[in-house]
């Protein structure tokens, strides 16, 4: 055969492919479903990166020999389209962002296809389509009239060069997660969705799926469910009681100060007995211009002021503490207030030490004090009550439910559950997004628009600059803006916030499994069959984010069983990132970014696929390098060459009937289990060992085509036409390993005189010493010689025969 030409092999498998329809997933509901998820690219202006290949050719692989198996595959793709470096692109370049989306998607789809993906292109979906957002906007309606969307006053991260409210999850390090600009906080009108109401459900539904385990932990610590209590505290000689809120109630009885949060109100409301006041506020002042984020830093320095003016009782033993303002406690979580234990809370102990306050040490390790002088103790595990009055000598979960009791009854505190998730800030004052369809009106409120209006488009506009008071482009649409209420009928006003990009992406996978309903955001049958998710890939950065919110959406609609199931995705794992050959991220700036097109162009999309699932473990970051690209184009030439040493036997021979099986296995469990590395150094060891046999059966060579179809799809396809055989790769079932055959019946032992190797003999595993010596014996033949004075066999490995 001639040398192997991918260019035009490749186009012409992708041709093959797409006028067989090869990959369309059936509507025939009868047979077993397998549904495949990858993450819906952003298409943006760059085009493809060579991240983009490494989880797609994963669950290609998976999607593809899944068909083999007889599954009906859902394996699709779209377009998370909407968005803000679009709506930028197209302010600075003046293009409506509707054009640079169609071209940015045309030319994304075009380097998809040139890989050789197995989606079903049937069922492309793209969130700025109108029947595609007429079911965002659906959605929203839906979570509006259940009362967990609504309108609030409040603080929002505003990103100062986006100029645009952001959510929490969207603030890195106090910059904006998409420019890396400062973000500040503006108080804004905006659309909140109470995801809080589902906290409880989606840690509890994490009990029922497969998620990789670091995923779970990070949706967990997301949501944050701490349970404790709160506390009154007296304020001595006032009315008002500082309530707090503590995860370790036990310890009351080593409180030594309090601190309130600057923001807190009594701050303002004591102003005028708070004789240090200036002082206060100037440091509220400093405050104020911190993130959250930076203020909670546990390694920062702890700053501070003490309260002159006001102090606090201690409810368990009457003892008046100090009240401290600092920035280390925050408004936005439990009360804003805390009480300080410094012998038993980091936090708290850097500040006792920094300002000299008291340490008293309740908890005692194992029933032994330890010197909280030189650490907080903070080991729940071993601790037992020491100075705590009526709780003295029991363990931390029994004086805190002790703790609680007496509280309770004394009226001055209760057991408290909180979360750290806040609700979803929705809005966004920006161009390219979904219209919220609610229409403000004064004597009714805020009103839906009616499903039946659905889309409500996006209107044209002249400039999809946002405005410096930070409204959003739609309200200078005054046509569009002014309606009518769909309730009383008089003079209405449209909402002109926007969704976030996060919506459209809330729900995609299950428009995939029924696109073009017109009717319906999806059937119930399909919804049904396909649903959930069999296996769901994507980024490590979008856990806390969008699979946060798909989670919260997807439940909601189970609980107004639109969908018939509680979770989305049975399983979601998540690969590493691909650094550039410097062990670096990739980025313009350093220089060092791949294009995906140029090795597709230079060696192949073979072998794009194959280097991508080489390069290393996939849930590890892994670097570029172009000698990686070369040597599995090497392997895949190799490949080719196996046609020339093929023989017409259709069986496998006896010489590689274990290893066939053995690598069956291997590559089968592999390729489910995310060790697509290894599965190809398997195949790389097989063609080494036909190599250098200098033969191959054409069963075998079937069988090796098969196996590496999901890796390689184009060179195997011409392979298998180049040998004869009769229909595709794709259409073959997935070969079957026999458990018995897989491992070796013979072994190879080492026959020796006098300690010295001689010979080697093969024979079965489980033979008897006796014909293991007469076997060493007879391949020996003349060279044993004179009296033979003991005959020593370790099983399976050496016959050793000392003779005079
Ligand atoms: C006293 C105490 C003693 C505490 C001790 C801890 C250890 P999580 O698990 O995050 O819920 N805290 C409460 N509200 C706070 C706020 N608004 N800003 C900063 N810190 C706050 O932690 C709850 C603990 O964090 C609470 O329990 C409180 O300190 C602090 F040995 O109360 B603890
Ligand atoms: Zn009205």
Not at 150 to 171: F, H, R
Not at 577 to 599: A, T, Y
Not at 664 to 693: C, G, H, P, R, W
């Amino acid at each position: 055969s001639a040398v192997y030409n991918h260019k035009t092999v490749e186009k012409k498998w992708q041709q093959i492919w797409q006028d067989e329809k090869a990959f369309a997933a059936t509507n025939d509901y009868s047979k077993p479903k397998y549904y495949a998820l990858v993450e819906f690219p952003y298409p943006s202006g760059q085009g493809l990166h060579v991240g983009h290949p490494r989880p797609y050719t994963a669950l290609d692989i998976v999607a593809r020999k899944r068909r083999m198996q007889g599954y009906n595959v859902l394996y699709p793709m779209g377009w998370d389209a909407f968005g803000l470096p679009t709506e930028n692109y197209a302010i600075k370049n003046k293009i409506h962002p509707k054009i640079v989306t169609k071209n940015n998607i045309d030319h994304f789809k075009e380097q998809l296809q040139s890989i050789g993906y197995s989606f079903d292109w049937d069922r492309e979906i793209n969130t700025t389509d109108p029947d595609y957002y007429k079911w965002t906007q659906w959605i929203f309606l839906k979570l509006f009239k259940a009362g967990l969307a609504y309108k609030q006053e409040m603080p929002i991260n505003w990103c100062t060069s986006c100029k645009v409210g952001l959510a929490n999850e969207e603030v890195v390090n106090g910059v904006c997660e998409r420019c890396g600009s400062p973000v500040v906080r503006k108080v804004k009108s905006e659309w909140m969705l109470k995801i809080t109401d589902y906290a409880d459900k989606l840690i509890e539904g994490l009990d029922h799926v497969d998620y990789i385990e670091r995923v779970k932990t990070q949706q967990k610590n997301w949501i944050g469910r701490s349970t404790g209590a709160e506390v009154d505290f007296a304020i001595a000689g006032k009315e008002d009681k500082l309530r707090i809120y503590t995860t370790r109630c036990d310890t009351l009885f080593g409180v030594t100060y309090m601190v309130v949060s600057p923001e807190h109100p009594y701050l303002d409301k004591y102003k005028d007995e708070i004789k240090n006041w200036d002082e206060i506020e100037s440091y509220r002042e400093q405050a104020s211009r911190k993130s959250d984020f930076e203020r909670a830093e546990l390694a920062k320095d702890k700053t501070g002021v003490e309260i002159d003016g006001l102090k606090a009782v201690n409810p368990v033993n009457g003892k008046e503490v100090p009240i401290w303002v600092s920035d280390y406690v925050l408004m936005s979580y439990g009360t804003g207030a805390i009480m300080a234990v410094p012998a038993h809370d980091e936090r708290d102990w850097e500040f006792a030490k920094k300002f000299n306050l008291p340490i008293i040490q309740v908890v005692a390790k194992n029933g032994e004090e330890v010197d909280v002088n030189e650490a907080a103790f903070t080991d729940v595990a071993t601790g037992v009550l020491i100075n705590s009055d009526f709780i003295n000598g029991l363990e931390v979960k029994e004086a805190k439910e002790k703790m609680i009791e007496f509280l309770t009854e004394k009226g001055i505190g209760n057991a408290k559950v909180n979360y750290k998730l806040r609700d979803w800030v929705f809005s966004r004052q920006r161009y390219w997004g979904e219209p919220i369809p609610i229409v403000h009106c004064d004597k009714c409120g805020y009103v839906p628009v009616d499903e039946s209006e659905l889309p409500l488009l996006l209107p044209e506009v002249e400039s999809y600059m946002p405005t410096d008071n930070g409204e959003s482009p739609l309200a200078a649409m005054t046509d569009w803006v002014n309606t009518t209420c769909p309730c009383c009928g008089g003079p209405a006003k449209r909402e002109t916030d926007t969704m976030p990009q996060w919506a459209g992406s809330s729900w995609y996978f299950l428009r995939y499994t029924d696109p073009h309903n017109t009717e319906t955001l999806a059937s119930q049958e399909a919804l049904k069959y396909w649903l959930p998710v069999d296996w769901y890939n994507g980024g490590m950065e979008h856990t806390t984010l969008h699979l946060l919110y798909s989670r919260f959406w997807h439940r909601f609609l189970y609980d107004q069983k639109v969908v018939p199931c509680p979770e989305p995705y049975q399983k979601r794992t998540s690969h590493g990132m691909i650094l550039g050959e410097n062990g670096e991220k990739m980025s313009k700036s350093r220089g060092n970014v791949v294009n995906p097109d140029d090795i597709v162009r230079d060696y192949g999309a073979d072998t794009l696929r194959t280097y991508e699932m080489f390069i290393g473990a996939f849930d590890a970051a892994a670097s570029w390098s172009e000698d990686g690209v070369k040597g599995c184009r090497r392997f895949l030439d190799r490949v080719w060459k196996l046609q020339d040493i093929m023989t017409d036997e259709e069986g496998f021979s006896k010489e590689f009937e274990t290893k066939m099986h053995q690598t069956i296995k291997k590559v089968s469990f592999d390729y489910e289990n995310l060790k697509y590395n290894t599965a190809i150094a398997q195949l790389m060891t097989m063609l080494n060992d036909f190599s250098k046999a200098g033969k191959i059966t054409k069963g075998e060579l079937k069988t090796y085509l098969i196996l590496l179809n999901p890796v390689a799809p184009h060179i195997t396809e011409e392979m298998w036409e180049a040998i004869g055989e009769n229909g595709r790769v794709y259409q073959q079932t997935w070969p079957e390993y026999d458990e018995a055959k897989t491992v070796e019946s013979m072994v190879e032992i080492a026959v020796q005189i006098n300690g010295k190797t001689k010979a080697t003999i093969n024979i079965a595993k489980d033979a008897d010493k006796d014909s293991v010596i007469a076997a060493a014996k007879e391949a020996l033949g003349s060279r044993l010689s004179g009296n033979i004075i003991k005959e020593i066999y370790v099983p399976g490995r050496i016959v050793n025969i000392v003779a005079k």
